[in-house]
DNA sequence: TTTTATCGGTTGTATTTGTAACTAAGCGGG
DNA sequence: CCCGCTTAGTTACAAATACAACCGATAAAA
């Protein structure tokens, strides 16, 4: 057989999307459990809602591209949001293909329930690393996603 | 309405676990496609080729543990690479319910030719950083997702 | 032994996701 | 105005995943 002619040594963990995953995987098992089992929410959901509270009324359109989330996802996310009356639609009037959506007071309290526990959480995950040693990850990790700084 | 105690200024890209998921994403959409049109494979699928390929004779439930991943996955993953004809089974004589599975001939070239891609992409990856950086997120990722050092 | 629990692996079914096609609304030139 | 083209969002159907129940083999207990 043909030499190959990459490292033999090449181990799985040292692929850093594999890498990325992993860690990835293992950051979000918990939170992940929070909230599903808290407030029946999906992966999305919680993402849209987040967007929501976050940053005010924005479109479906808007949450896609700030998100990077296909069109459907969200599609079905705001419905299953909606069904929890979490969020209300309303028809822009001067385009009425776009509906922007707002959380609801009792989206607006799960909103900033679940925002504390992320950012506990949070703390919690980082606290083995210095602040410098975390700023690093977190520049290469946003030059990796192609976040704009 | 109750004052939040949180951040007002949190935002969902300093969320650790969001953050990781977005790097994740990004990093694999690139080498998922190869492997993806080049070989019909699916993620789980290259995982267990790695796997083999780099550790030789396995068991499903020993790829299980080292890669974290529930074994029906595995279980499909490794019938679907036995249908392409890159792995055989063979039954455990001291106990037969398990099975080593080893690459053929096949499976060894294109595991050889994955790897190869796999390096090259994994260095584009990180061309833009400084191995002392590179160094420091090796470090963080591996102990967020749990691995051995 | 028989019985019971456990282990390695597979299969069935309900959810979830991806892809493409679709509806309805606006836009732009003739 | 009307035709074709784009856009916002939804829906239908296929593919993939999660979870639980399952099968056969082994080990441990009575």
């Known amino acids: 057989m043909r030499r190959m002619d990459t490292r033999p040594d090449f181990d799985i963990s040292h692929f850093m999307p ?41 479109t479906a359109g808007e949450i896609c591209e700030r998100a990077h989330i296909h069109k459907t996802k969200i599609s079905r996310a705001v419905a299953a949001l909606e069904a929890k009356r979490y969020l209300t639609r309303e028809q822009a009037a001067q385009d009425r293909r776009r509906e922007y ?13 679940l925002l504390h526990a992320a950012e506990k959480f949070d703390a919690d995950l980082m606290s083995n690393f210095s602040n410098a040693e975390v700023a690093i990850l977190r520049r290469l990790l946003a030059a990796i996603a192609g976040l704009k700084p």
């Not at 609801?104 to 309290?109: E, H, I, L, N, S």
């Open 18 to 58: 594999y890498l990325l995953n992993q860690a990835a995987d293992a950051s979000s098992v918990e939170f992940q459990r929070f909230y599903k089992e808290r407030y029946g929410m999906l992966r999305t959901e919680w993402r849209v809602l987040f967007h929501l509270g976050r940053y005010g009324q924005l």
């Open 101 to 113: 959506l707002h959380l609801t007071v009792t989206g607006k309290k799960v909103f900033g329930e």
